[in-house]
């Protein structure tokens, strides 16, 4: 069984110009995270989609982040402008069930200078 | 709101010891709870799920218990081995959400 995919791995941007990551899920899990991992820091969701709808994105910082998971299976997620704070690992996860748990991707490292 | 703790943040024991990574939380209403372990620029891996009506789940040389009422997990690796470092965090799932700790940096010592 195919494990959740990112790409890109790894992104160095300027402050204040937009990136993008992608994620394909594992095939069939219809939820679908993103996480935003600070050096020394557990993960924090940003946004959590159940097939394309958004269950909770409170923590999504939505003057600048933006998701979206049109077809209900892979998702792109975008920075625009980036912050040097923004400087992080970003995390997908996918889920079949509550009860089984998630699953992670390798994550995208971004680096803003 | 859940808050999720572990102690000790880092922690280096010499190969073959045994040891136990704590994970304790505020509030007992979870749905259950899951391990995983993160090698350095890398994704987390599952490593062991409870549910909120076990007790313990095993794995190898990996057990994790559960004690929802006093809101603790622990994380038992038996006879550990260099190949165990790395950082281990604990998330909790309320059904709605994961909350995760910052995790126990390990480094086993050959």
């Known amino acids: 069984e195919a494990g959740v995919a990112q790409s890109p791995r790894y992104k160095i941007i300027e402050k204040r110009q937009s990136v993008a990551f992608w994620c394909n899920p594992i095939?069939?899990?219809?939820?679908l995270y993103w996480y935003q991992q600070i050096l020394g820091q557990g993960p924090k969701l940003l946004i959590q989609?159940?097939?394309?709808?958004?269950?909770?994105d409170s923590q999504l910082p939505k003057d600048r982040f933006s998701a979206e998971r049109l077809k209900g299976v892979d998702s792109t997620l975008k920075i625009q402008p980036a912050k040097l704070e923004d400087s992080a690992v970003y995390l997908c996860?996918?889920?079949?069930?509550?009860?089984?748990?998630?699953?992670f991707g390798p994550g995208t490292r971004l680096t803003v200078l | 709101k859940q808050e999720v703790t572990q102690i000790p943040a880092a922690l280096s024991v010499p190969e073959g010891e045994n040891l136990v990574l704590n994970c304790s939380f505020t509030?007992?209403?979870?749905?259950?709870l899951q391990w995983f372990r993160q090698d350095p620029g890398k994704g987390l891996t599952s490593l062991l799920l409870i549910q909120s009506s076990q007790r313990e789940q095993t794995s190898g040389r990996l057990n994790a218990s559960l004690d929802k009422s006093s809101g603790r997990s622990t994380l038992y690796i038996a006879a550990s081995q260099p190949g165990d470092s790395a950082t281990y965090l604990c998330?909790?799932?309320?059904?709605?959400?994961?909350?995760f700790g910052t995790g126990t940096s390990l480094t086993v010592i050959p």
């Open positions: 996860a996918s889920s079949l069930d509550v009860a089984l748990g998630q699953f």
């Open positions: 095939s069939g899990h219809a939820t």
């Open positions: 509030d007992s209403a979870i749905y259950n």
């Open positions: 989609f159940q097939n394309n709808g958004v269950v909770d």
């Open positions: 998330a909790v799932n309320t059904g709605n959400q994961f909350y």
